[in-house]
Structure formats: structure tokens, C-alpha cells
């Protein structure tokens, strides 16, 4: 009997990143928990998923037999036993609340190593969840105490109340991500002392399965544009125990080309009714910072896609037989391999990197967050959110290839990979949208003096040989050229070099982390360093590399094996 697979036990990256950015004991608890969950998404969550995507994908019950407008949506048993699961290991909750056995608050890095493993099988259903942890965010921070209480409990359940899954509506059919061209209205409701919402939204996932939505609406009177948008909590369903929607009807659900484990639907309200959150003149201010969380979660489940595509290539390589030899052992495929595993791991150091600044600016427990680590921790948003997601699309084209003819078949993982990768570059903004977000964060707190600096000063502290550190040098003077010209551009033109900043400072930001990698001494992450420099500031149709480094490493980053190559 061949032992099953398990996501986490697996991946041994994963497991030294998080020794490195969790406390002890944490990572002891956490190790335990993801063990048993790594399994789980290898195998069960696995089978679930692909009857979801193919057979069992939500469905709209438009009417009951009488003829009432129900707007119900269908998941089949196996999805609802994966929310289950999730929920109950608290993938939302503990970042808000305590984790019994410790008798400590979790964090986001436990959680977004969750999604990670989750994204390897399901990124459809990991977009529930995001929506869910936004939702938990904004509720936590910003609601009132009878508005907190009324929902958080619910939306953070890891069992002990019925869960309220969470969902953020913003886009509607007229602005798209232009969301200051909203125009849902909200309406005192005096006798209750909440709101009526009327009004439509356009692009709303995890309809029908959320328990309450956060929604962005226009109050009478407010000023146009996103100033005058406010926040509030919409429950899905009327609150005197009826069963009916609160004032909610579903038009129709999207057929999308991918991620269809998560139900996406035009949402009508009539009058629903809704409690606000926070202050009436900051509803956008709110959502940008629970989109910044999602945006998170969009690069974790491009890195989980990123590493399913890789493990299912290599593993099919060892395998597959032709031309009278197994597939790994020609130099192409070898070459190949080579590239994905470094930028994957590169890719992951920098993503929980990210995720470790993150969790202190979201969470600012007391502990002093500078302005400064404010804005680099927005940028490295932008920046990875843009990378991670075209990667993803990348990783899942190079497994089809790897495949051949079998990487085209439903039979296969990999066609689904790819569709579900797709989207990733759209949600939480396309590259143009995160472009702009790296211009106004240039414009607001001259994060590119802040990036730069910080860069600079880690090169300096490392004690490597200065050819590696030459590329990164060389890169930060052309990458400070290049904002000086843009910044001396007309606004409109600025924008033209916006996709050329960001793609030069995750560049340079991957770079730095692989470089602290080489910098601990291990040959394995030194040859990793090496080549990552190499991809990154070297190749191209006109350079070769004379040496074969990455042929000659190979056994080391792919197999893990003690290389009797020295590493230079």
C-alpha cells in the first residue's frame, strides 16, 4: 500500500521558512496542525476538489416550488465538508482569538501557511475564506461593540457557533475598479437604527454561502466619489429567525473560466438591511486595508498553485519514459526544473517575508509600526500580489509542457491549475492597478527613498563575496534613475513606467532574499543564490552560461542530494 501524500511534510521550504519566522512553541503547535491538514489537502480536500470542479460546482436555485424568488445557492456535500475543516482548524479564527492549546492569539503567518497547502488543491474555495478573513478584519478593527458582537463571534467560529462565512462586495457593473463610480445607496433606517440598502453589485463571490457581506454604499448627501462611500455589514439572511434573504435576490452566478468552487453572482438589494461600520467618511479607507490583506492572500494562492504545478512536473519527469530514457534525466527538462524550483522558493522567502512585516502592521499590538515599515509593507504588497499571480500563470504552462499531451486532459490536475491561475492576475487588481498603487505610494510617502534605502543597507550587512552583491548594486542606481526620470514626467506618462518600477524593485527584493539565503552559509541556498542571479540579471537569448551551473546544481536543488560540485 503506497502512504499517502502530504503537502506539508513535503515541502521542506516551507518548513525552514516558518521555523525562521514563527516563536518555538508556535511553530511546534503549528507543525502538528499543518501535518494533519497537509495530508488532508493532498488526498481528501483533493478528491472534493475535482468533483467541484467538474461535476459538483454551485448551482442557483432561483425559485421554490411556490414560485418565490429563494436565490439559493447549491454546493454540493464535499465542499461543505471542506469548509468544515478549514474554518474549524482556524484559518480565520485565530488570528483573532486564542488558540486553546497555547493559550495565545494565533497570527496571519499560521494562517497564510494554511492557505498555501489549501491554494496546492483548491484555490477556488481559498477565496472564500480570504473574503471571510477580510471580513473578520474589518469587524474586529473598525464595527462597533453591538455590531462586533452581533457577527464577529460567528465569523471567526472555529466550531463552537455556527459560522458566518464573510464576503466584501465592492464592484459594481458602471466602475468596475474604478469603485468611486459606485452606486449603491444606503438609507436610514430611524427605528432600527440601521440602514436600507439599495442597489447592485456586480462581481460578488461567495454569494448565497456567506453569513454576512461588508458592503460599500453611498449615504444621502454624501459627496461623490470614493469619499463618499461608507461601510456596512449586510446580513445575507433577515434576522427574525424566518429564514428569508434580508431584502437579497441573485440575478444569476458567473460562469467563470476558473476557480469554480467559489459561487461569484450579480447581487441585487432591495432594501436590505444593514448596520454601519466604522465612520460614515472613511468606507474606502476600511476596504483598501482589507484589500491589502486579500491582496496577500492572492499571492499565497498564486504560491500554492506555483507549487502544485512544479511537484506535479517533476514527479511526471521521474516517471515518464521516452525516447529510451526517463523524462528527468534530459538536460532540457533538467534545466527547467531547475528554474522553477529556484524561483519558487526564492518566491516563498520573499512572500512570508512580506507576511511577517504584515502581520505586525495589521496587527500593531502596542508595538511601535513606523511609518516607513507602513508604506514598504503596502509596496511589497503591490509588488509580490503583481509577480506571484503572473508566475502562477507561468508555472502552470510549464507543467502542461512538461507533460506534453496528457497536461492538456481534464484527467490531469493541470488544465484546472491554469484556469484557476488566470484569475489571479485580475483579482485584487490587475498589473496596471497595482502599477498605480506603486506611483501614489511613491507620491505619498516616497517609498521608492524607503525601498531603496533599506535594500542598500541590507547588501551592505551581508558577508558574501561582492560579485554577488555587484547585480543588486548596480540594479538599486538604475532602479533610483529610473523614479528620478518617471518623477520628473507628466502625471499621465508617469503611469507608462509604473509596471517598469514595480518589475524592477521585486527584482531587486527577491534578489536581497536570496542573497540573505547564501549568506547563512549553506551550500544549498548559496547555489540557489547563484542562479537566481543568474535567471534574473543574466539570461537572455545572448548570454549562455559556459559553465552549465544550473545542470551542474541540479541534484542539489531538485533532489536535495550533497552536491560534489563545489558551489562558487
Same mark, same amino acid.
Not at 323 to 339: H, K, Q, T, Y
Given at each position: 500500500?503506497?502512504?499517502?501524500?502530504?503537502? $506539508?511534510?513535503?515541502?521542506?521550504?516551507?518548513?525552514?521558512?516558518?521555523?525562521?519566522?514563527?516563536?518555538?512553541?508556535?511553530?511546534?503547535?503549528?507543525?502538528?496542525?499543518?501535518?494533519? $491538514?497537509?495530508?488532508? &489537502?493532498? =488526498?481528501?480536500?483533493?478528491?472534493?476538489?475535482?468533483? !467541484?470542479?467538474?461535476?459538483?460546482?454551485?448551482? %442557483?436555485?432561483?425559485?421554490?416550488?411556490?414560485?418565490?424568488?429563494?436565490?439559493?445557492?447549491?454546493?454540493?456535500?464535499?465542499?461543505?465538508?471542506?469548509?468544515?475543516?478549514? /474554518?474549524?482548524?482556524?484559518?480565520?479564527? #485565530?488570528?483573532?482569538?486564542?488558540?486553546?492549546?497555547?493559550?495565545?492569539?494565533?497570527?496571519?503567518?499560521?494562517?497564510?501557511?494554511?492557505?498555501?497547502?489549501?491554494?496546492?488543491?483548491?484555490?477556488? $474555495?481559498?477565496?472564500?475564506?480570504?473574503?471571510?478573513?477580510?471580513?473578520?478584519? %474589518?469587524?474586529?478593527?473598525?464595527?462597533?461593540?453591538?455590531?462586533?458582537?452581533?457577527?464577529?463571534?460567528?465569523?471567526?467560529?472555529?466550531?463552537?457557533?455556527?459560522?458566518?462565512?464573510?464576503?466584501?462586495?465592492?464592484?459594481?457593473?458602471?466602475?468596475?475598479?474604478?469603485?468611486?463610480?459606485?452606486? @449603491?445607496?444606503?438609507?436610514?433606517?430611524?427605528?432600527?437604527?440601521?440602514?436600507?440598502?439599495?442597489?447592485?453589485?456586480?462581481?460578488?463571490?461567495?454569494?448565497?454561502? &456567506?453569513?454576512?457581506?461588508?458592503?460599500?454604499?453611498?449615504?444621502?448627501?454624501?459627496?461623490?466619489?470614493?469619499?463618499?462611500?461608507?461601510?456596512?455589514?449586510?446580513?445575507?439572511?433577515?434576522?427574525?429567525?424566518?429564514?428569508? +434573504? =434580508?431584502?437579497?435576490?441573485?440575478?444569476?452566478?458567473?460562469?467563470?473560466?476558473?476557480?469554480?468552487?467559489?459561487?461569484?453572482?450579480?447581487?441585487?438589494? =432591495?432594501?436590505?438591511?444593514?448596520?454601519?461600520?466604522?465612520?460614515?467618511?472613511?468606507?474606502?479607507? #476600511?476596504?483598501?486595508?482589507?484589500?491589502? +490583506?486579500?491582496?496577500?492572500?492572492?499571492?499565497?494562492?498564486?504560491?500554492?498553485?506555483?507549487?502544485?504545478? /512544479? @511537484?506535479?512536473?517533476?514527479?511526471?519527469?521521474?516517471?515518464?519514459?521516452?525516447?529510451?530514457?526517463?523524462?528527468?534525466?534530459?538536460? *532540457?527538462?533538467?534545466?527547467?526544473?531547475?528554474?522553477?524550483?529556484?524561483?519558487?522558493?526564492?518566491?516563498?522567502?520573499?512572500?512570508?517575508?512580506?507576511?511577517?512585516?504584515?502581520?505586525?502592521?495589521?496587527?500593531?499590538?502596542?508595538?511601535?509600526?513606523?511609518?516607513?515599515?507602513?508604506?514598504? =509593507?503596502?509596496?511589497?504588497?503591490?509588488?509580490?500580489?503583481?509577480?506571484?499571480?503572473?508566475?502562477?500563470?507561468?508555472?502552470?504552462?510549464?507543467?502542461?509542457?512538461?507533460?506534453?499531451?496528457?497536461?492538456?486532459?481534464?484527467?490531469?490536475?493541470?488544465?484546472?491549475?491554469?484556469?484557476?491561475?488566470?484569475?489571479?492576475?485580475?483579482?485584487?487588481?490587475?498589473?496596471?492597478?497595482?502599477?498605480?498603487?506603486?506611483?501614489?505610494? *511613491?507620491?505619498? $510617502?516616497?517609498?521608492?527613498?524607503?525601498?531603496?534605502?533599506?535594500?542598500?543597507?541590507?547588501?551592505?550587512?551581508?558577508?558574501?563575496?561582492?560579485?554577488?552583491?555587484?547585480?543588486?548594486?548596480?540594479?538599486?542606481?538604475?532602479?533610483?534613475?529610473?523614479?528620478?526620470? !518617471?518623477?520628473? &514626467?507628466?502625471?499621465?506618462?508617469?503611469?507608462? #513606467?509604473?509596471?517598469?518600477?514595480?518589475?524592477?524593485?521585486?527584482?531587486?527584493?527577491?534578489?536581497?532574499?536570496?542573497?540573505?539565503?547564501?549568506?547563512?552559509?549553506?551550500?544549498?541556498?548559496?547555489?540557489?543564490?547563484?542562479?537566481? +542571479?543568474?535567471?534574473?540579471?543574466?539570461?537572455?537569448?545572448?548570454? /549562455?552560461?559556459?559553465?552549465?551551473?544550473?545542470?551542474?546544481?541540479?541534484?542539489?536543488?531538485?533532489?536535495?542530494?550533497?552536491?560534489?560540485?563545489?558551489?562558487?
Amino acid at each position: 500500500m503506497t502512504s499517502k501524500r502530504n503537502f $506539508f511534510t513535503e515541502d521542506q521550504h516551507l518548513q525552514q521558512v516558518l521555523k525562521q519566522h514563527m516563536e518555538p512553541q508556535m511553530y511546534a503547535w503549528a507543525e502538528k496542525e499543518l501535518t494533519e $491538514f497537509g495530508e488532508s &489537502c493532498a =488526498n481528501e480536500i483533493e478528491e472534493r476538489a475535482v468533483h !467541484t470542479d467538474r461535476e459538483g460546482q454551485p448551482r %442557483l436555485i432561483k425559485y421554490n416550488k411556490m414560485g418565490e424568488d429563494v436565490s439559493e445557492v447549491w454546493v454540493n456535500e464535499g465542499y461543505k465538508k471542506t469548509v468544515e475543516e478549514t /474554518y474549524n482548524r482556524g484559518i480565520v479564527g #485565530y488570528v483573532h482569538k486564542e488558540i486553546p492549546p497555547l493559550g495565545r492569539q494565533g497570527n496571519y503567518l499560521y494562517s497564510y501557511a494554511q492557505g498555501y497547502l489549501l491554494s496546492q488543491t483548491e484555490p477556488g $474555495f481559498y477565496c472564500p475564506v480570504t473574503l471571510t478573513m477580510a471580513t473578520a478584519y %474589518l469587524l474586529d478593527h473598525y464595527a462597533d461593540e453591538h455590531v462586533k458582537n452581533k457577527f464577529l463571534p460567528h465569523v471567526i467560529s472555529t466550531g463552537e457557533v455556527e459560522l458566518f462565512e464573510g464576503a466584501t462586495f465592492l464592484t459594481e457593473r458602471q466602475g468596475g475598479s474604478d469603485v468611486g463610480a459606485n452606486e @449603491t445607496q444606503a438609507v436610514p433606517h430611524a427605528s432600527k437604527h440601521t440602514y436600507l440598502l439599495t442597489g447592485e453589485k456586480y462581481f460578488a463571490s461567495n454569494a448565497g454561502q &456567506c453569513g454576512v457581506a461588508m458592503v460599500l454604499a453611498r449615504m444621502p448627501g454624501a459627496p461623490k466619489g470614493t469619499k463618499g462611500l461608507s461601510l456596512f455589514a449586510v446580513p445575507w439572511k433577515n434576522e427574525d429567525g424566518s429564514g428569508k +434573504l =434580508n431584502g437579497i435576490e441573485i440575478r444569476r452566478l458567473k460562469d467563470k473560466l476558473g476557480v469554480r468552487a467559489v459561487p461569484s453572482a450579480e447581487v441585487l438589494f =432591495n432594501d436590505a438591511e444593514g448596520y454601519l461600520v466604522g465612520e460614515p467618511s472613511k468606507g474606502i479607507h #476600511y476596504m483598501m486595508e482589507a484589500l491589502n +490583506l486579500s491582496r496577500v492572500c492572492n499571492a499565497i494562492a498564486s504560491l500554492g498553485i506555483m507549487q502544485r504545478a /512544479y @511537484t506535479e512536473a517533476r514527479n511526471y519527469a521521474k516517471s515518464r519514459v521516452t525516447f529510451g530514457d526517463r523524462l528527468i534525466n534530459f538536460p *532540457m527538462i533538467r534545466e527547467s526544473l531547475v528554474d522553477m524550483a529556484v524561483k519558487l522558493e526564492v518566491e516563498l522567502s520573499a512572500s512570508f517575508e512580506l507576511v511577517a512585516l504584515f502581520d505586525r502592521v495589521m496587527r500593531n499590538d502596542g508595538a511601535k509600526v513606523s511609518e516607513e515599515e507602513v508604506a514598504l =509593507n503596502r509596496l511589497l504588497i503591490a509588488l509580490l500580489k503583481k509577480e506571484t499571480a503572473e508566475q502562477a500563470v507561468h508555472f502552470s504552462h510549464e507543467a502542461i509542457e512538461m507533460h506534453g499531451g496528457n497536461g492538456f486532459i481534464e484527467d490531469f490536475v493541470t488544465p484546472r491549475l491554469l484556469r484557476d491561475a488566470q484569475v489571479l492576475t485580475v483579482w485584487e487588481g490587475t498589473a496596471n492597478i497595482l502599477g498605480m498603487e506603486v506611483l501614489r505610494l *511613491m507620491g505619498r $510617502f516616497k517609498v521608492e527613498r524607503v525601498f531603496i534605502e533599506s535594500m542598500r543597507e541590507r547588501v551592505a550587512l551581508l558577508q558574501i563575496h561582492s560579485s554577488m552583491k555587484e547585480p543588486v548594486e548596480d540594479a538599486l542606481v538604475k532602479l533610483q534613475e529610473l523614479c528620478q526620470f !518617471t518623477s520628473s &514626467c507628466a502625471p499621465e506618462i508617469q503611469t507608462v #513606467y509604473s509596471k517598469k518600477i514595480a518589475s524592477l524593485m521585486v527584482k531587486i527584493f527577491e534578489s536581497v532574499v536570496a542573497l540573505d539565503g547564501a549568506n547563512s552559509g549553506d551550500p544549498r541556498e548559496k547555489a540557489k543564490a547563484v542562479l537566481y +542571479l543568474q535567471m534574473t540579471w543574466k539570461d537572455s537569448d545572448t548570454w /549562455y552560461d559556459s559553465e552549465n551551473k544550473k545542470l551542474q546544481y541540479f541534484d542539489l536543488i531538485v533532489n536535495r542530494e550533497k552536491s560534489s560540485v563545489g558551489v562558487e
